[in-house]
């Protein structure tokens, strides 16, 4: 990026992804609590964000309560994770760590699984911050199924959710690193923490900032 911050000292943003009921909420939670503990400066984020007016229609659209193209959503999404991305440079820039509880892979994921082509979906991510780390948290799509049961919302259904799970494994790269989320929830917890915090080392260094699907 070209602002002279590279270099400097900064927050780590890292984000959670896996399928519906991988763990991502109950993880990101925890995490927080043992950042803090530690010492550092850390908050937690999840997209969609549901305060913001872009919010409420995708929240209204995740509820059945109202119909948009699969286009239309895809890029709400999008606007959701666009009109917070000032505020997520500076508090990252300001040593803030964010732990993001799903991103632009859950965005593109969902969207390819339903058939939309998976570069016209990365389009509107570019320009994004780039996350330092992507933990996947890796479960079946049946044993995720099992947990508590799908609630109400769209895409709660086992075989969306395995077409989707394809569609992440698409999206791997660098930054990804896959934790089994079949383990006990304290063990997965605890390689969490192990990987966030090599990550968080790693940003204090002063790693640089880059943009998604830029490199
Ligand atoms: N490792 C685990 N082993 C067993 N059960 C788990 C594990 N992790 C989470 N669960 C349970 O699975 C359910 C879903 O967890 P959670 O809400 O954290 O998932 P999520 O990934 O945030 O789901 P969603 O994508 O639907 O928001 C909860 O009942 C939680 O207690
Ligand atoms: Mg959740």
């Known amino acids: 990026m070209e602002n002279g911050a590279t270099g400097s000292p900064r927050g780590a943003l890292v984000v ?22 530690q010492g550092l400066s850390a908050e937690l984020w999840r997209f969609p964000d549901r305060n913001t007016c872009v919010g409420q229609m995708i929240s209204s659209y995740l509820s059945n309560e109202s119909e948009l193209d699969d286009r239309t959503i895809h890029l709400l999404f999008s606007a ?35 058939g939309l082509d998976i570069e016209w979906c990365k389009g509107p991510e570019k320009g994004l911050l780039a996350p330092d780390l992507v933990a996947y948290l890796d479960v079946p799509p049946e044993k995720a199924a099992e947990r508590g049961g799908y609630g109400g919302e769209r895409y709660e259904q086992l075989e969306f959710q395995k077409k989707v799970a394809q569609h992440y494994e698409m999206l791997h790269d ?27 080392a790693n940003c204090q260094k002063g790693k640089p900032l880059v943009e998604l699907w830029q490199r």
């Open 16 to 37: 959670l992804e896996g399928l519906d009921r991988s763990g991502k909420t109950s993880q990101a939670s925890g995490l927080l609590t043992y950042l803090e503990g």
């Open 80 to 114: 959701n994770r666009w009109e917070k991305r000032t505020l997520m440079e500076s508090k990252l820039r300001s040593g803030t760590t964010l732990i993001v509880d799903r991103y632009s892979y859950s965005g593109v994921a969902f969207s390819s699984a339903k």
């Open 174 to 200: 660098l930054t990804w690193k896959t934790v089994d989320a079949c383990l006990p929830m304290e063990e997965v917890a605890k390689q969490l923490r192990e990987i966030v915090m090599d990550c968080v």
